[in-house]
């Protein structure tokens, strides 16, 4: 379901809701979350929050240097952001759409502090709350399978126009007449070492290259 704030949702728009589960409560993203339960996608060839391009959606802006786009809710993967509104912290008012806020870090570590998320030892969140913690069966791998991008649904399978190998990739030290010939090298024996230093060239580039660790679509 596009944002109320997009007239004319974007394929990436889409791409964005498609993968959100919507409650009373909380729109919570059920693709690839980071090591810190934050949701990640990619927004023209680059790794975004999904929280922060939900913001971008709802305002039509990215957030400012020094802000970044906070939870009222403490969810991290939840994106929603309906209504406008203010949220205030320590009697500071903040710019906010649905349960995402725009604050500085140190507004961000003043809220966490007073709701006791920067609690430690038995005040800690997940020591008070572990039915909270997404572990074992739990977790949103073992919930959500169908959203992992794996085999042919991976993105190098899926794009592969866009994968930059070989000379095309930027930090190439190798081209592919030298992979071919020190793969031939290799197969009849050479010294590599000896290949590598007349050449020039590192020698863990070219080792890679010789045993298919590197360059592998050749």
Known sequence: MPNQYTANPT??????????????????WTGYLDKDGYGKFTVDRRSRSVHTFAWFLATGAWPRAG?????????PNCVRNDDA????????EYERRGHLWLGTTRANQRDKAIKLRSASGDRNGSRLYPERLMRGDGHWAKT?????????R????MNPER????????????????????????????NIVEFAKARGLGLNAVHKAASGRTWKHL
């Open 11 to 28: 394929p990436t728009d889409q791409r964005l809701w498609a993968r959100v589960e919507r409650s009373e409560a909380c729109w919570t």
């Open 67 to 75: 802000t970044s786009v906070c939870h009222t809710c403490d969810v």
């Open 85 to 92: 509104g203010i949220y205030i912290v320590d009697g500071i």
């Open 144 to 152: 959500h399978p169908d959203n992992l991008a794996r085999g042919d």
């Open 154 to 157: 991976h993105y190098a399978r």
């Open 163 to 190: 994968m930059k190998r070989g000379e095309g990739n930027g930090r190439a030290t190798l081209t592919e007449e030298i992979v071919r010939e020190v793969r031939a090298l290799r197969a009849a024996g050479g």
